[in-house]
């Protein structure tokens, strides 16, 4: 037969709950890395473009608009899987970036303002892997 | 000198802007595997209960309290390290996570209901290494 990617969602918009502006938060992760790149909103449209075309697509509060991510820096962040957790109120999205760069301030990550960090011993796993790898 | 912990905060409640129900939502990951365990919301309470005792603490919406993850399940989650992203309005979390279950339902996290999810070659590193390592 014909290898086709299935985009035919296992949920619909329905399925899952708005808060309180009609919206769902969404987590972008990166699909390798699994560094946690930024979080934003859907509302019915934006999840539905998201799956139609691939590519994350958010409402914007700021702006009150649909959002294509990376239409105008190109820092597009092309589609992995979409999971919803137990209750249905919430998107993990694992996303492959673009550019690897996720935040309008041209950082990787959206996350960079340190609340806290208590000292441990470094154990993200790609970065262990990598170093292994040169040593095999 | 003695070595401590140092636990004072670098960003205050008062620098994070709140969503119209006066929480900021606070995405919980695996500070080792890098998995996203859940989302949850913190209110001022919580956010300096966290600090304080270095547990995640959460406001529950469905129960509109105080919420220390894992008072009564046990899986409790030690915080490693708090970030706010770029515009203030989202911390990433990352946590020790107790028992290596986060979610209500048992699952290790929260997100489980497949929405989409295209084909890809598995990368997670933990997952190659942990694979390279038996080689090696």
């Known amino acids: 037969g014909i290898k086709m990617d299935n985009f035919e969602p ?3 918009w329905s399925d899952l ?6 919206l769902v938060p969404v987590i972008a992760q990166d699909y390798q ?3 946690v790149l930024m979080l934003a909103y859907m509302n019915e449209e934006a999840f539905n473009t ?7 697509t958010y409402y914007s509060r700021s702006r009150q608009e649909l ?4 239409l105008t820096s190109g820092h597009t962040q092309y589609v ?5 957790d137990c209750d249905y109120d919430t998107i993990l999205a ?22 806290i960090k208590k000292e441990y011993t470094e154990r993200n796993p790609l970065k262990v892997f990598e170093s292994v790898y040169q040593v095999i």
Chains 1, 2 share one sequence.
Not at 67 to 70: E, S, T, Y
């Open 10 to 12: 296992k949920l619909a």
């Open 17 to 22: 709950k708005v808060n309180a502006d009609g």
């Open 33 to 35: 890395t699994g560094e």
């Open 50 to 56: 998201t799956i139609r075309i691939g590519k994350m």
């Open 67 to 70: 959002w294509i991510k990376g």
């Open 80 to 84: 992995k899987s979409l999971t919803a």
């Open 94 to 115: 694992k996303v492959s970036q673009v550019g690897g760069i996720a935040c309008h301030t041209g950082a990787p990550s959206c996350f960079f303002n340190e609340i």
